[in-house]
């Protein structure tokens, strides 16, 4: 077009203006970062009796923003047809919010939709351009935008990278622990420490540094609740402008901290900052930072439609909310403000079948051999796309519908569903990508990426079976995800029987994955007839999770003839081991008793078959033995024993004197306050105060510690492994602390003569009437000696 | 009026009136033993704003009663709100039947703090119109929390105790009298 310049970038960055309308910011290729703006005018619409649409209308004649209105017909999901509305058409973005919420507080019991959809999924729908796509652009030498055209799609698996720049800003310490004193600065091949105090020559040097550097992102450590809101202060304080915004003309935004209730726990997000122009991202803030890093986040943006500061931020749940008003907008289907939409009448005999969850058959509990893992790829998203679960599927009793299994209702197959049309390029990306990692070497750096892609992908695919049943998820129902488990379930026992047909035994089954062996069955190929079968039979995606040399299930700690579901470790043939409830997996664990625990199932993985596993037990007492050493010595780091526990409630909410309180009281004296969901961390400590809370400016020396509490802690994670190899808590505690040596043959002690003078015990007595090991002349035999439970 | 929490007696609910049940957890155990007792009588309808229903309760409570367990289970008709919008829309489409109806937990979805608190008074205002107009034909039996006074929940509350007629409250049984066996 005569006039225009055109350019290829990507879309980095868009909002709404009152002035610019919606502003679009485009990283070029050739480096240039464009400010372009456009109009977008946006629709909301309102539903109800005629009359009262009519006063809504006249009501909004008079509005001071620049509107459009019209009578019309939008799709209503829930009601399953075209429902009479009022188009509410606002001329400039950033009117929006005003004008809505002038209409929904004059007229409350209108039903809204459209009203409250982020500003970047409505301009991928009209535009196609999401957020990080490649797109040509044409635009005035004014800066206004005239076309946008994405180049390519969310699915690709090679998009064109990304050239960022980035300033990494951390301070040198935790500022809820102890006050910072530093910052260190990196940005390209160059760090800088910058001493926080006096201020204003960091202010000025943190200037200099944006100005010259113009940054894509701001990549902090506690850049949310502490960094930018103190810089921020200090910029202030001091009259020295610090241009954390790309945008001038715009100011930073904050959003308070809040808590939440999900999946039964307390969430607690810290306040945060989002800039104009450019990203803040806070590691310390960022949701699964550690699962999936910067890769996850452009990825999760590139598909959720999400602006990159906000995918950073939030759940998976929202992402998978917003990839489901994304197809929404594409179909025309109306988006509820709030859904309205409540669970079908019932019987109570209906519930008692129907709400059953997924299906659990408890471990039979010891050692096993030769035991494959099957798992069924991302299970209930591809029942939710094989089977077209959806909220305006399931129940709709239409010619042809399916029966669900266990729940007397029906679901329409004829026309694919809003979930699984949302669903399906997710789950065929994820499978895709699955295969691309398998075929890549460790050293590929592709591989890394595939991988942090692949892991924001599980997270979005595991939380989409939650939204179904989610109260505020606009297109969730309670009979949807229902549906889903009890398809979950029929498959499962599917897959069982045919594993029961080829011989082989069903050692457990857990929601979506199962362990089976069969005598002579060691090597994948043996398991591939199972996999063909239980594909055909559930024609559900199915895949070999891997051959384990041993995996032992463990069973309750309180009695040792229950089994525990999903509670198990074990060694697949490369050597790799697999953990699942045991200490090392859990968040209130010290890290060295992590690291201990995870050091004894190393050495036992070294044993190429569970015969040999006998033959690695000296080594891994020997561990345990010096890590108990090092305990009583105090030669453990402090910040290695810190134990750190999840806040449920306020400090008045407890009703027993609790560590976790007694550190949460001792922070309140202090002056540091922390919110349920947040994190406590103490040390046991001897004395009358138990605990020391670890954010309290001083830290106990090493000899304050509670070392009999933490050689607790310590023994109990070692039996976990090692019960199954018949030692229990008891025998551990002996042996550590007793000075005996295990020689590997029943019967057959010696003492420790002073070698480990950790231990210093000199000559003492073997401990009496301790269990044989069991080990015989016939050699190993776990499971025949440990199991227990169903048989 | 106090009644135990877990009382076999079969209590009489008037029709015409909204009778607020209060208690730890909102009377959840009073409530389905409740269920439990009216459906000797016929049809029960239950609407549930906290996920309190618990199907394995009140098939106890029904086992202890009878041996008609299942038929007993089919007679109870439930649905479940999950915010204060679901709740307000659910009562004001149940229809006024002569089936006795249970709201069990009512103001749980109405102390969800991320709906602006005039919003929750104004639909709960509503569902206090619709437990009157439920109550005409058949008994009405609303579970709540006690209230806490001075906080956004106890004016909340307030709502609810002016829209009922009686209330009831829930306490601790009474502990069971060591009994003294006869000599003769």
């Not at chain 1, 450590?221 to 960094?227: K, M, P, S």
């Not at chain 1, 239409?398 to 029966?403: F, S």
């Not at chain 2, 409740?34 to 199907?55: E, I, K, M, T, Y």
């Amino acid at each position: 077009m005569a006039g225009l310049e055109e350019r290829a970038g990507w879309l980095i960055d868009l909002y709404a203006d009152p002035r610019d309308d919606l502003v679009v910011w485009i990283l070029a290729e050739d480096g240039a970062r464009l400010r372009l703006h456009q109009p977008f005018p946006i629709t909301f619409y309102a539903a109800g009796p005629a009359a009262d649409l009519r006063e809504l209308w006249r009501f909004l004649q008079s509005d001071p923003a620049p509107l459009h209105l019209a009578r019309g017909e939008r799709h209503d999901l829930f009601a399953g047809r075209a429902i009479p509305v009022l188009a509410v058409r606002v001329a400039c973005p950033a009117d929006l919010g005003p004008v809505f919420h002038r209409a929904a507080e004059r007229f409350p019991d209108l039903t809204y939709y459209d009203a409250d959809i982020t500003l970047s999924l409505r301009y991928a729908a009209v535009t196609g351009a999401f957020s990080l796509s490649f797109c040509r652009v044409a635009y005035e030498p004014s800066g206004r935008l005239r076309e946008i055209e994405s180049l390519g799609t969310p699915w690709e698996l090679d998009p064109p990278a990304l050239p960022l720049r980035i300033l990494a800003v951390e301070p040198d310490v935790n500022p809820s622990h102890a006050p910072p004193q530093r910052l260190t600065v990196c940005c390209g091949n160059h760090t800088y420490s910058l001493d926080l105090r006096p201020e204003r020559p960091l202010l000025l040097n943190l200037r200099g540094l944006l100005r010259e550097h113009d940054p894509d992102l701001l990549l902090t450590t506690w850049g949310d609740t502490w960094l930018l809101p103190e810089l921020m202060r200090l910029s202030c304080e001091h009259r020295l402008p610090l241009p954390l915004n790309r945008d001038p003309c715009r100011g930073v935004i904050r959003k308070e901290e809040k808590v939440y209730f999900s999946y039964g726990q307390v969430i607690h997000r810290g306040q945060q900052v989002h800039l104009a122009g450019r990203w803040h991202i806070d590691r310390a803030n960022a949701m699964l930072w550690g699962d999936y890093g910067l890769e996850g986040i452009f990825e999760l943006a590139r598909i959720t439609g999400l602006p990159v500061q906000t995918v950073a931020r939030t759940s998976p749940g929202t992402g998978i909310s917003s990839m489901q008003i994304l197809t929404a907008l594409r179909q025309g289907v109306l988006v509820p403000w709030h859904k309205q939409q409540t669970e079908d009448s019932r019987s109570a005999m209906d519930l008692f079948y129907a709400d059953q969850g997924g299906l659990v058959y408890q471990p039979l509990i010891g050692l096993h051999r030769d035991v494959a893992g099957i798992d069924f790829v991302s299970m209930y998203p591809s029942i939710m796309v094989h089977y077209n679960i959806s909220p305006e599927t399931v129940g709709a009793d239409r010619p042809g519908a399916e029966e669900i299994p266990e729940l007397h209702m029906r679901v329409d197959r004829s026309h694919p569903g809003l979930v699984p049309l949302t669903l399906k390029p997710l789950l065929e990306k994820r499978i895709e990508l699955k295969h691309r990692i398998a075929g890549l070497p460790a050293w590929n750096p592709q591989r890394k990426r595939y991988a942090a892609w692949a892991s924001a992908y599980k997270w979005l695919l595991v939380t989409c079976f939650g939204y179904l049943g989610y109260k505020n998820a606009r297109f969730g129902r309670i009979e949807a995800h229902q549906a889903v488990t009890a398809y979950g379930r029929e498959t499962l026992l599917l897959a069982k029987e045919a594993a029961e047909e080829q011989g082989f035994t069903v050692l457990h089954l857990y929601v979506d994955g199962m362990w089976v062996k069969r005598p002579g069955a060691s090597q994948v190929a043996d398991f591939q007839p199972l996999l063909d079968r239980i594909a055909e039979v559930t024609r559900l995606p199915i895949a070999l999770d891997g051959v384990y040399r041993w995996v032992a299930f463990l069973p309750s700690r309180r009695d040792a003839r229950m089994p525990v579901a999903n509670r198990y470790f074990g060694v697949f043939q490369d050597g790799s081991l697999k953990t699942r409830g045991i200490d090392s997996r859990r968040l209130d664990t010290p890290p060295f008793i992590s690291r201990v625990q995870m050091a004894m199932l190393e050495l036992l993985a070294g044993a190429e078959d569970a015969g040999a596993l006998p033959a690695k037990l000296p080594g891994a007492l020997g561990l345990l033995r010096r890590a108990a050493a090092d305990l009583r010595a105090g030669r453990i780091p402090v910040a290695d024993c810190v134990v750190t526990q999840k806040l449920s409630r306020t400090l008045e909410e407890f009703r027993s004197a609790s560590p976790a309180a007694r550190a949460l009281a001792q922070l309140g004296a202090a002056g540091k306050s922390l919110r349920p969901g947040q994190r406590v961390r103490f040390l046991y400590i001897r004395g009358d105060q138990r605990v020391h809370a670890w954010d309290l400016p001083d830290t106990p020396p090493p000899e304050a510690l509670d070392h009999e509490r933490y050689l607790t802690l310590l023994l109990r994670a070692a039996s976990n492994i090692l019960q199954p190899l018949g030692l229990e808590e008891a025998v551990l505690r002996d042996w550590v602390l007793g000075g005996a040596v295990y020689l590997g043959l029943p019967g057959c002690w010696r003492l420790e003569d002073g070698l480990d003078p950790g231990v210093g015990l000199g000559l003492l007595p073997p401990p009496q009437n301790l269990p044989l090991p069991i080990l015989g002349d016939t050699g190993w035999l776990p499971e025949e000696s440990v199991r227990a439970g169903r048989d | 009026m106090l009644i135990e929490e877990s009382t076999d007696a079969q209590i009489d609910l008037p029709t015409g009136n909204v009778v607020l049940v209060i208690g730890p957890h909102a009377a959840q155990e009073a409530m389905i033993e409740l269920a439990g007792g009216l459906v000797h009588l016929g049809r029960v309808r239950v609407l549930d704003g906290g996920n309190q229903f618990n199907a394995y309760w009140l098939a106890r409570s029904l086992r202890r009663r009878s041996p008609e367990m299942f038929p007993m289970l089919s007679r109870v008709n439930l649905a479940r709100a999950f915010t204060c919008y679901q709740m307000e829309t659910m009562l004001a489409e149940s229809r006024s039947l002569s089936v006795p109806t249970l709201v069990m937990d009512l103001l749980a979805t109405f102390f969800d703090e991320s709906v602006a608190l005039p919003e929750r008074r104004r639909l709960l205002q509503h569902a206090a119109d619709h437990l009157r107009r439920l109550c005409q034909q058949a008994p009405l039996a609303v579970g709540a929390r006690p209230p806490i006074p001075g906080s956004e929940r106890g004016e909340l509350y307030a709502i609810l105790r002016e829209a009922a007629d009686q209330v009831w409250e829930v306490g601790a049984p009474h502990p069971a009298q060591p009994a003294q066996l006869a000599l003769f």
